[in-house]
């Protein structure tokens, strides 16, 4: 399956990396960055040194926005750390960055390539929706988005907005309404059902354990203690057992569907209003005669989920 990803890593962006480098079915053409959990020259450094932990060095990271479309930046090192990366430490990265900005490769990519592209979005939807704005025909090369935001229920941002939304709600609207327009397929992993995919101890444990006694995996490793620093204060408030592995749902989900519940529904990101702005505005019964048309996932198997997670981690012994 050709693939780009679109990321801001970010812990959980960075498992959803490794996930889909282990994934020998996904065809990953190229993976652009973005502004979001923290800037984008940390988010690309990240990006490279993930790489370099899955071995992948050939792969192409190509640099985006760094900034939102209209709204002032945010950012949640709070949740991933300063370094985005839960304070885990890395060899200075040596795999180059590519000069093209990711805008441009998003762009020249779909303008007729061999294969309809599948997009996968981790983070603020900014990148994607800049290249939809500078060649709107690029939609129809889409095979499908597949993206990780939005909040149905509370958001953990405000209490309308999930953060990728949040970050850029103007991007998020333009990604969805322009997606309609050309019939493209979007599935919306929304909060609601990444707080289902929790890192148990258990589920963390069944990680470490990849990399011990005999066996040596320094990514299982890796991602275990970066989940051990991963949104300790979300998981006080909210009564979790560990963090939501938001992310990597995106990858799961291209590569088992059945983990997931889907549900048809008309869609779109609410922008003017200063209490929800960011809201994903979901409706189920056409209503409101909404532009946007989404997959709105709505269940997930969370254990089948781990259980992909973690045997596809297991070939980086
Ligand atoms: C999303 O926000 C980021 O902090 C995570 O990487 C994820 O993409 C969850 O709301
Ligand atoms: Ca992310």
Redesign the pocket.
């Given at each position: 399956m050709p693939l780009i990803i679109d990321c801001?890593p970010?812990i959980?962006?960075a498992v959803a990396l490794l996930l889909a480098m282990a994934s020998p079915q996904l065809d990953l053409l190229g993976i652009t960055t973005v502004a979001?959990?923290v800037s984008i020259e940390t988010t690309s450094t990240n990006a490279r040194s993930i790489c370099e932990l899955g071995q992948r060095t050939a792969l192409k990271i190509f640099p985006g926005c760094p900034r939102p479309m209209v709204r002032e930046p945010i950012i949640?090192a709070h949740?991933?750390g300063e370094n985005g990366l839960g304070g885990v430490r890395f060899p200075p990265a040596q795999m180059p960055l590519q000069q093209k900005h990711g805008v441009d490769f998003l762009r020249d990519s779909l303008r007729s390539p061999s294969a309809p592209i599948t997009l996968a979005t981790?983070?603020p939807l900014t990148n994607v929706a800049m290249a939809l704005i500078q060649a709107p025909e690029i939609a129809q090369h889409l095979e499908r988005i597949v993206m990780?935001g939005g909040a149905v229920g509370a958001g953990?941002v405000t209490g309308a907005a999930?953060?990728?939304f949040y970050a850029d709600p103007h991007a998020a609207q333009v990604v969805l309404h322009s997606a309609a327009e050309y019939d493209v397929p979007v599935v919306v992993i929304p909060?609601d059902v990444?707080h289902r995919a929790i890192a148990t101890p258990a589920r963390r444990q069944a990680l470490r354990n990849l990399s011990s006694g005999s066996l040596s995996n320094p990514v299982a490793k890796t991602v275990a203690t970066m989940l051990d620093n991963y949104g300790l204060r979300e998981q006080r408030d909210m009564g979790f057992a560990g963090p939501p592995l938001?992310?990597p749902c995106v990858i799961a989900y291209l590569l088992q569907p059945a983990l997931f519940e889907t549900e048809t529904v008309s869609a779109t990101v609410e922008i003017a209003s200063p209490w929800t702005q960011g809201r994903l505005v979901v409706d189920r019964n056409g209503e409101l005669d909404l532009p946007g048309r989404i997959e709105l996932a709505t269940g997930i198997d969370a254990d089948g989920f781990y259980k992909l997670l973690t045997e596809a981690l297991g070939c980086f012994g």
């Open positions: 801001d970010g959980d962006d979001g959990n949640a949740v991933h981790l983070g990780m953990n999930e953060f990728n909060l990444t938001h992310d």
